[in-house]
């Protein structure tokens, strides 16, 4: 896995990012294939033409997550509308699926919005049409996305009701953690290549997400380590050691005091000492 994964980190990572530059309206960001993906990730200044209600975006990103399944109109008018008459809120529904339903057919093409009298969907099958698709579909493209703050469906919070609020919370959640396992497989695959510069960058990015997480700190020690940088991967130790011991009067575990040793010797190469790491782990 860490080859062809590996193969296409940072150059998607640049693909993705020029996509997405100087817009911060909802809409679409380019791929390299020129596919145009729906962005769902980041605050929404600006809904994309046709659309008028802002619950058709908060809808459609529902959707998309929950996607190649039907959900009843019932529950969607209830998250959505929750201080409504189901009666009432169900022709909101209907006046919002309209106008969601132009927006797809152009931005997805027919079919992807699927409409019943009863139910509604988003069947997406083995494509990837929404920025969030990377995560499953791509990971590596998805590595763009960790130089990135943005949340999901960022600044729709005030949409629906409790429900859909404990929906969103969860949701952001999930993304994150799917985000964050794509960038620690990246950085490995990286540092399995001995392509030690772009292991780093990412390592750095995955400490900047995630600063308590010892995994990561050894993944910077041993970028370091491998590009000849003994000392920058003994100050990473250093850093983190002093972290843990402040904040909550604990010690690295035995794999990352295992790893400095090694380092701090000078004797073993990184790559080397991630086999000596996952060795002594199991």
Not at 8 to 14: H, I, L, S, T
Request: aromatic share 4%.
């Amino acid at each position: 896995m860490g080859g062809p994964l590996s193969g296409g980190c940072m150059a998607n990572v640049a693909e993705l990012e020029a996509a997405r530059a100087g817009s911060d309206r909802c809409g679409v960001s380019g791929q390299e294939s020129g596919h145009a993906l729906v962005r769902l990730l980041g605050s929404c200044e600006g809904l994309p033409s046709p659309l008028i209600y802002r619950k058709a975006w908060g809808l459609l990103g529902f959707l998309a997550l929950e996607a190649d399944r039907l959900h009843s109109r019932s529950m969607l008018a209830a998250l959505l509308w929750p201080g409504l008459s189901e009666t009432s809120a169900l022709t909101n529904l209907r006046q919002v699926l309209s106008n969601l339903n132009r927006y797809c057919l152009q931005a997805l093409g027919p079919g992807v919005l699927h409409i019943e009298r009863s139910a509604v969907g988003v069947m997406r099958g083995d494509r990837a049409l929404f920025d969030i698709d990377l995560l499953w579909h791509s990971p590596s493209q998805a590595i763009g996305l960790l130089n990135e703050q943005h949340r999901f469906l960022d600044g729709m919070e005030d949409l629906g009701g409790l429900d859909f609020h404990s929906w969103l919370e969860a949701s952001r959640q999930t993304l994150e953690t799917q985000l964050l396992i794509a960038g620690q497989r990246c950085c490995d695959a990286l540092l399995e290549e001995q392509r030690w510069e772009q292991a780093l960058e990412v390592a750095h990015t995955l400490t900047a997400r995630d600063l308590w997480n010892e995994e990561n700190a050894r993944r910077m020690m041993r970028a370091h380590a491998g590009s000849g940088r003994n000392a920058a991967a003994l100050n990473v130790y250093q850093s983190f050691e002093t972290m843990l011991r402040t904040e909550l009067g604990l010690e690295p575990c035995h794999e990352t005091q295992q790893l400095r040793a090694l380092i701090s010797a000078g004797s073993v190469h990184a790559s080397q000492a991630r086999e000596l790491e996952a060795h002594a782990i199991a």
